[in-house]
């Protein structure tokens, strides 16, 4: 498997001159670097080949530079660079980043979450994060970002999903989505699932992805009125839940619909395949 530092080296002097390689490589103050980059580099979307993709994609699961921009790339190997055998004097430098960072510098802070040292460290830094009210930046911490899903606890966990559901974000790119389901967000869901029913509003059917394998009692009524109430799209949904789940009740339910009997038969499509 081939290094990441060196996957996105080379992708980062493919889109980029001898000239401005070599200045990113230049030993100079962090903070200077990191705001002036962009204007070294531009900021066009980068040129990744397959290859390059799958060996970052192996090298850290869930994990994508695909969408990034050239001065994206050239901000995160800055990072990359920083040396990190001092923890103290590691965290306050990029730690410094953060509190001073514009929009721009924000979203390549976040989403080289994974490629930083002492993963311990942002915890705390990724919790505020999802506070933010910037979508560029929640988009950051979400998207093809494997740092929440494998060190954020079940709550602050919790909160992302919920925030990206508020914000009408795209469920399917969140790294960890349906390995991180739990029953207190599905319970927190469903909660939600009231509200927006009783104020006529519509539901992400994404929803109930994280609902399904807890069906219980409880949520049995919402997935039951999924079917009676719903779109097909509902229904869908609701199927797909019920798939996932071994609540007997709701297995005997999806007999009475054999318009989904497709949904049922195609389990390995996606939620996003099935519902689009």
Known sequence: MRDIKSTLKEILQANT????????EEDRPLNNAFMLLPRKTGKAPLNITTEQSTAISQAIPGFSVDDWTVDHLGRAYLLMNLDSSNKEEYFRKIENLFLAAEMGEQVALYSSLPLLSHHELWIKRCSEGIRSNIATVLEAIMYNNPYPSQNLDQAAWNQLVLKAFFTDKEIGK?????????????????????ERWAAGRELNPNMWRLVGPFIDDKLFADIQRLFD???????????LAIIASNYAPAKTLLTKYPELEKVIENKNLSWDTILG
Do not use: Q
């Not at 389901?181 to 469903?190: E, G, P, T």
């Not at 109430?229 to 199927?239: E, I, N, S, V």
């Open 229 to 239: 109430d719903g779109k097909l799209t509902d229904r869908r949904a609701a199927a």
């Open 174 to 194: 969140i790294t960890g989505i349906d390995a991180r389901a739990n029953k207190d967000l599905a319970y927190v869901i469903s909660d939600y699932a009231h």
């Open 17 to 24: 001159s001898p000239e401005v390689f070599s200045w990113i």
